[in-house]
C-alpha cells in the first residue's frame, strides 16, 4: 500500500481495504446495537427506590403477581449508551433537509422545548380544581384564539389529539348538524387525490365514500363535483392546498355548491403552512378544518406522535363543537377561565355532540405552538407561507428540466413540488430514486402519493431551509435523477451506506415476529 | 427572524430563476376574494425568544404546580418521578425531530426502540403483541370495542361501572355515529367492583365486557371469572389499564383471560402534561392481530441477510385501505412511548416491582390515616395506589377548600360524575411514591379542616 508523508494511503486500491469486515460489525461511528433485552436483563435497575418497609397483602384481593413479567432492566449508563446508539440510526431535521411531501419536516424551535417543560404546564394535573389551572386555561384559550384569527373561522376545539382525529371531529360536527335537522346524508366526497386518512375517517364516523375525480391540472374537477351533489350528500372533504401541492381555485365555487345543495365543507388543513397569514380558509366558505400542530406551528414530530389537530369551525357548526373547550367569563372585576364539560351541557352547550377524549387535549403542544405563533407574530407567519412557497417554486423550476412535473405547466405550485418517474430508463423506479437519495445523506420526499400521479416524488423543502441548503439538495436530487433516467442499475441496490441495506417488508408481513422472543422459549414454542 | 434563513436577496434571485416579479405571483391561483393584501390585523408582530419566555413563563406561573404541595389526584394521570435521563434522551434530535419511519433503513433506531416498546407492553400487559402505541387510553378503550365488533361481528359492548367516565363518554360519542349499543352504568360506593352485575349481563349478542383494573375508584376484582364467562358466550374481555404501575404488583389481564388489553401508559415516564400528550398502550391475543388498529414495528432481514426492523402489517391501515382500515389512525404517539421505553429500561423488572411496592406500601399507610378520622369511610376492600373515602359532606367543596390551603388533596367523584348525587361525597386519592409522610399529615390537616 502506497502511504504518504503522514501514513494515510495515496491510492484508491486502498480505500477498498476500509470494507473489510470489522470484529464487532461496527462500522467506526455506526454502532450495532443489540436489543434491549439481549443486553439487559431482569435483576438489573438503573433507579434506585426509597424502600417504603414491609407491605402486606391485606388490600391486594389475593391478587399479588407470582409470574415474572420478563422486562430487561439496565443501569443508568447503559440505558443513555443505548438510546444514544439507536438515535443516531435515524435520520431528523436536526440532521438535514427532510423533504417528506405533506408532511412539513421545518425547524423545531427549541424555546417551545422550554416552554412545554415550565412545570406550570408540565407538572399540572388535568382535573385540579379549576382556580388552580387558570394560567393553562389561559394559554389554550390564547392559542385556540390566534387559530380562529389566523383561519378567520368562527369557533374552535383544542381537543383533538392528531390530524386524523381532527378530521374524525370535522366530520362528527357535520352528521350532528345535518341530524339536528333531521336530515340523513349518508355520503362524503372525497377527491381521488385525497390523503387515506380523508375516506378512513368519513367511513368512521358512519359515512360512505365516493370519489371526485381529478382535472388534467390537478384540481378537483368542479363540473363532476357538481354533478354528483344532491340530497343524499352530507358534504365534501377537500385538502387545500391539495395533496398536488396546488391550490385549489374553485374552493370558493365548490363551498357555494355544496352549501347550495345542503351539503357542508371539511377542509383537510395538512397543508395550512402554504397559506398561513396570506389566505383564511374562513373567506373560502369552509365549515371546518383542522390543524396539524405539528407541521404548520412545529410541535417536533417525535418519530410519529405525537401530533395535536384543533379544529376550527364556521358559525353553522359551532354549537356542535366537541367537549371540553374553556370559555372565558367575567368574575370579580377579572377574567376568568372555566372548562365546560359534561356538566354544563344543559346551560350552554346543549347541541355538543360529545366528549373526543379523557381530560383537554394536547397541553404539552399547546404550550409549544403558542411558544412558536408569540415568535413569528402576524408578519412572520406571513412571511413563513411566502418562503415556503418560494422555496417549494426554486426546487420545482430548478429539476423540472430532469424530473417530470406534471403540473408544473398550468402555473406555480405551493409548498410543495410534485414529480413523476416519466422520463426513467426502463425498470428504474421512485423506490430506486429515494435510496439513492439516502446514500447522498437525505431523507427521500414523500413516495407514490399522491396516487393520480405515476411513481409520484412530493418535496416539500419547508421555509426553515437556506438557500444554500437547497442548492445542495437540488445538486443531489439532479445526480440521482441522472442515474436514474440513464438506467444505472447499481440504483437499485441503494443505499449503501446507511445503517441498513434494503429491509425485506415481505418477509415482515409474511411472518410477524411483532415482539421479541428469547431463543429457548421461541424454539420450545415451534 | 430567527427562524427564516432567507436574506432579501436570496428571494430576490430566487424568485428570477423561477421567472416571477413577487411573491404575489406565485399566489396567483387563489381567488381574488379571498388574497390578504397584507399581514392580518390586530395581532402581534414577531417577538425575540426573551419576550415570549418571559409571556409563558407569567401564564405558567398561574398554576399551582403538583410538585410543589401535597399532591394526591388520580383518576387515569398519575404524578411518579421520572429519572432526569429519560427527558435527556428524548430530546435527542434524532428521535425528536425525526418522523414517521416511512424510510426504514435511516429509521432504525426509531423502529428497534418501537419493537423494544412492543415487547415491554406485552408482556406488562401479558398479552402475545402490542401495537407502537395510540393517542391516548381513552380512544384505545374505544379502539378495542371498534375491534371486539369486527372479531365477534356483534355490536353491543358491556362497559363496567368503574370505567373512567371519560373513556366512557368517548365510546358514547363513537357509538352514536357507528350505532354500537354500549350499556353503561354509574358506580356506587360500595367495596367491590360491579363484576356480579357485568357476569349476569353477558348474553350471546355480547362482543364485549370491558372493566378497568383497577377501576376508577381503585378497586381490585379477579378478571379470571369474566374471562371464562365472556368466553362461554362468544365474547371477548377488554381490560382497561389506567396506572401501569399498578401491573408491577398485580397479575396482568392478559394472565387472567383478558382478550385485548389496553389502557393509558403516561403512570411511565410521561408527565402530568395537564392531561396531554399521553400514550395509549394497546395489546391483544396472537390471533387477533389483523384486526389490530395502529401502527407495528416488525422484525425482519435486509439485503445482507442482517436483522432489521420495519413498520408491517400495513395493510390493516389507512393509507392502503382508505375507508376500509381497521381505523383512521394515522401517527402514533411515538415520543411519549418511547419515553414510557426508557423508563421502563431503567426500571426492569427489579426496579418495576419495587416502585410498584412503594406505591402500595404508602398508599396503604395513608389509607390507614386518613380513614380514621371522624366520618371518613373506607370504601375499598382493596387497592393499589388509589382508594376512595366517603366524606360526610360533598366532597367537591372539601377538595376546592384543601386547594386553597395548599394541598391538592384527590378528585371529587362529583366532578367525574356531576349527574350523580349518591357518589358527591366520593374523594378519590392516590398515593405515589412522590407522597411523602408529611404530605400525609397535611392532607390530615386540610381534610379536618375542610370538613369543620
Aim: glycine share 10%.
Amino acid at each position: 500500500m502506497t502511504m504518504n508523508r503522514e501514513g494515510r494511503p495515496t491510492r484508491p486500491e486502498a480505500a477498498e481495504d476500509a470494507g473489510a469486515e470489522t470484529w464487532t460489525g461496527n462500522r467506526a461511528l455506526m454502532l450495532e446495537e443489540p436489543l434491549l433485552f439481549e443486553i439487559g436483563d431482569t435483576r438489573t435497575t438503573g433507579v434506585d427506590i426509597e424502600a417504603v418497609g414491609e407491605g402486606d397483602d391485606a388490600h391486594l384481593a389475593g391478587l399479588r403477581r407470582t409470574r415474572p413479567i420478563g422486562l430487561a432492566g439496565l443501569s443508568e449508563p447503559e440505558t443513555v449508551r443505548h438510546y444514544t446508539r439507536l438515535s443516531r440510526q435515524n435520520y431528523a431535521i436536526d440532521l438535514g433537509l427532510f423533504p417528506l411531501g405533506s408532511c412539513t419536516m421545518k425547524h423545531n424551535p427549541r424555546l417551545c422545548e422550554k416552554a412545554a417543560r415550565l412545570p406550570g404546564f408540565a407538572d399540572v394535573h388535568p382535573l385540579q380544581p379549576i382556580d388552580t389551572v387558570q394560567g393553562a386555561l389561559q394559554l389554550i384559550a390564547e392559542l385556540g384564539e390566534w387559530l380562529i384569527r389566523l383561519t378567520g373561522m368562527h369557533s374552535v376545539a383544542m381537543s383533538p389529539k392528531a390530524g386524523a382525529h381532527g378530521e374524525l371531529c370535522g366530520l362528527l360536527a357535520i352528521r350532528s348538524a345535518l341530524e339536528a335537522r333531521g336530515d340523513k346524508r349518508e355520503v362524503i366526497l372525497v377527491p381521488e387525490s385525497a390523503h387515506g386518512t380523508n375516506p378512513a375517517t368519513a367511513a368512521f364516523a358512519g359515512y360512505r365514500v365516493e370519489s371526485i375525480p381529478a382535472n388534467a391540472a390537478g384540481r378537483v374537477d368542479l363540473t363532476a363535483l357538481k354533478a354528483r351533489l344532491g340530497p343524499d350528500v352530507a358534504g365534501v372533504m377537500i385538502t387545500n392546498p391539495n395533496t398536488c401541492g396546488l391550490f385549489e381555485p374553485d374552493m370558493i365555487e365548490i363551498s357555494r355548491a355544496v352549501h347550495e345543495a345542503g351539503g357542508l365543507v371539511y377542509c383537510d388543513g395538512a397543508n395550512f403552512n402554504a397559506i398561513v397569514g396570506r389566505v383564511r380558509p374562513g373567506d373560502l366558505g369552509i365549515d371546518a378544518m383542522h390543524i396539524n400542530l405539528h407541521k404548520t406551528f412545529s410541535t417536533p414530530h417525535g418519530g410519529g406522535g405525537p401530533g395535536a389537530g384543533p379544529v376550527v369551525f364556521s358559525e353553522a357548526l359551532t354549537p356542535f363543537a366537541p367537549l371540553p373547550f374553556v370559555d372565558k367569563i367575567q368574575a370579580d372585576g377579572g377574567d376568568r377561565y372555566i372548562l365546560v364539560e359534561e356538566e354544563c351541557v344543559g346551560e350552554h352547550h346543549g347541541r355538543s355532540f360529545g366528549r373526543m377524549t379523557a381530560f383537554h387535549g394536547q397541553m404539552g403542544m399547546f404550550s409549544r405552538a403558542l411558544a412558536y405563533i408569540l415568535s413569528h407574530g402576524a408578519d412572520g407567519l406571513r412571511q413563513v407561507a411566502e418562503d415556503a412557497v418560494l422555496n417549494a417554486n426554486y426546487i420545482l423550476r430548478r429539476l423540472e428540466d430532469l424530473l417530470d412535473a406534471p403540473f408544473a405547466a398550468s402555473g406555480p405550485c405551493m409548498h410543495e413540488a410534485l414529480f413523476s418517474d416519466k422520463g426513467f430508463a426502463e425498470g428504474m423506479t421512485t423506490l430506486d430514486l429515494a435510496k439513492g437519495l439516502i446514500d447522498e445523506g437525505y431523507h427521500p420526499m414523500t413516495m407514490y402519493f399522491p396516487l393520480v400521479v405515476h411513481g409520484a416524488m412530493l418535496v416539500e423543502p419547508t421555509e426553515t431551509e437556506s438557500k444554500a441548503a437547497l442548492d445542495q439538495f437540488i445538486g443531489a436530487l439532479r445526480h440521482v435523477a441522472e442515474r436514474a433516467r440513464a438506467g444505472d442499475t447499481s440504483l437499485k441496490a441503494a443505499p449503501f451506506h446507511a445503517p441498513r441495506r434494503r429491509l425485506d417488508e415481505t418477509l415482515a408481513a409474511r411472518k410477524p415476529v411483532l415482539v421479541y422472543r428469547e431463543q429457548d422459549t421461541a424454539e420450545a414454542a415451534e | 427572524m430567527r427562524y427564516l434563513p432567507l436574506s432579501d436577496t436570496d428571494r430576490q434571485q430566487m424568485l428570477e430563476t423561477i421567472g416571477a416579479t413577487s411573491i404575489d405571483d406565485l399566489f396567483i391561483d387563489v381567488p381574488e376574494a379571498a388574497r390578504l393584501a397584507s399581514k392580518i390585523d390586530d395581532l402581534p408582530d414577531h417577538a425575540s425568544e426573551l419576550a415570549v419566555e418571559r409571556h409563558l413563563v407569567r401564564l405558567a406561573g398561574r398554576n399551582l404546580v403538583a410538585g410543589q404541595v401535597p399532591f394526591f389526584l388520580g383518576c387515569g394521570a398519575y404524578r411518579h418521578h421520572i429519572p432526569a435521563s429519560v427527558d435527556h434522551l428524548i430530546q435527542r434530535g434524532e428521535f425528536l425531530t425525526s418522523y414517521t419511519p416511512y424510510q426504514p433503513e435511516i429509521a432504525q433506531g426509531t423502529l428497534q426502540a418501537l419493537f423494544e416498546f412492543q415487547t415491554q407492553v406485552a408482556r406488562l400487559y401479558g398479552c402475545d403483541v402490542a401495537n407502537a402505541s395510540m393517542y391516548d387510553g381513552s380512544t384505545a378503550c374505544w379502539e378495542a370495542i371498534a375491534m371486539a365488533r369486527r372479531i365477534t361481528r356483534r355490536g353491543k359492548a358491556i362497559l363496567s361501572a368503574g370505567l373512567h367516565p371519560h373513556y366512557v363518554s368517548v365510546a358514547q360519542t363513537m357509538a352514536r355515529f357507528t350505532g354500537d349499543v354500549l350499556e353503561v352504568a354509574a358506580p356506587d360506593l360500595s367495596g367491590e367492583p360491579d363484576t356480579e352485575r357485568l357476569l349476569g349481563a353477558i348474553d350471546g349478542d355480547t362482543s364485549a365486557v370491558v372493566v378497568q383494573y383497577p377501576d376508577i375508584l381503585g378497586r381490585l376484582g379477579d378478571l379470571g371469572g369474566l374471562a371464562a364467562r365472556a368466553h362461554e358466550a362468544g365474547a371477548l374481555l377488554v381490560a382497561v389499564v389506567t396506572e401501569p404501575v399498578a401491573l408491577g404488583l398485580l397479575r396482568s389481564p392478559g394472565e387472567m383471560g383478558a382478550d385485548i388489553v389496553v389502557g393509558e401508559g403516561q403512570g411511565i415516564g410521561v408527565g402530568l402534561n395537564f392531561g396531554g400528550p399521553y400514550v395509549g398502550l394497546f395489546a391483544c391475543k396472537e390471533k387477533f392481530v389483523r384486526q389490530m388498529p395502529g401502527r407495528l414495528a416488525g422484525e425482519t432481514v435486509d439485503a445482507e441477510g442482517k436483522r432489521g426492523f420495519v413498520l408491517t402489517l400495513s395493510t390493516r391501515e389507512q393509507h392502503i385501505r382508505r375507508e376500509k382500515a381497521t381505523s383512521n389512525i394515522c401517527t402514533n404517539s411515538g415520543l411519549c412511548a418511547l419515553a414510557f421505553s426508557i423508563h421502563m429500561t431503567l426500571l426492569g423488572e427489579k426496579g418495576l416491582r419495587a416502585l410498584a411496592e412503594a406505591n402500595h406500601a404508602r398508599a396503604a399507610a395513608a389509607a390507614r390515616r386518613l380513614a380514621g378520622l371522624p366520618g371518613v369511610e373506607l370504601v375499598n376492600r382493596a387497592f393499589f395506589n388509589e382508594f376512595t373515602l366517603k366524606l360526610p359532606m360533598e366532597a367537591r367543596p372539601v377538595v376546592r377548600a384543601m386547594a386553597d390551603a395548599g394541598v391538592l388533596g384527590g378528585v371529587s367523584l362529583g366532578r367525574l360524575y356531576p349527574d350523580a348525587p349518591a357518589l358527591a361525597n366520593g374523594l378519590v386519592v392516590a398515593v405515589t411514591e412522590t407522597v411523602t409522610d408529611e404530605d400525609v399529615t397535611a392532607l390530615e390537616q386540610a381534610l379536618i379542616e375542610a370538613l369543620k
